[in-house]
């Protein structure tokens, strides 16, 4: 059964960072382009980064978190993570994490499965 177990949310003050981590079990996740997505509430799931299958170099991280966030993978562990810096109160979500099964935007949560069951992190003072 393939599972996808994210974690590393928290309370964090503004300016801080948090590490999140997406540990996979029944799949290699080095074999799938894997994405973060986030959800704020009342809103929309957001994609916020995504890293390409393989080895492959290609990231995709959007508008409001580059500079600021950092997707990468540690094959040996089968785990992706999301190195989130100068965290601002606009980041406060829940934090999913998710492999792609579908070609089309690496922004689009419906071409992902297998989805975490999300981590809460909170920006405040």
């Known amino acids: 059964q393939v599972q996808l177990a994210d974690s590393g949310g928290g309370l964090v003050q503004p300016g801080g960072s948090l590490r999140l981590s997406c540990a996979a079990s029944?799949?290699?996740?080095?074999?799938?382009?894997v994405g973060w997505f986030r959800q704020a509430p009342g809103k929309e799931r957001e994609g916020v980064s995504c890293?390409?299958?393989?080895?492959?170099?290609?990231?995709y991280n959007s508008d409001s978190v580059k500079g600021r966030f950092t997707i990468s993978r540690d094959n040996a562990k089968n785990t992706v993570y999301l190195q989130m810096n100068s965290l601002k109160p606009e980041d406060t979500a829940v934090y999913y994490c998710?492999?792609?099964?579908?070609?089309?935007?690496?922004?689009?949560?419906?071409?992902?499965?297998?989805w975490g069951q999300g981590t809460q992190v909170t920006v405040s003072s």
């Open positions: 890293i390409e299958k393989d080895n492959r170099d290609g990231r």
């Open positions: 998710a492999r792609k099964v579908l070609i089309g935007r690496d922004n689009f949560p419906l071409n992902y499965g297998s």
């Open positions: 029944g799949i290699a996740l080095v074999d799938f382009a």
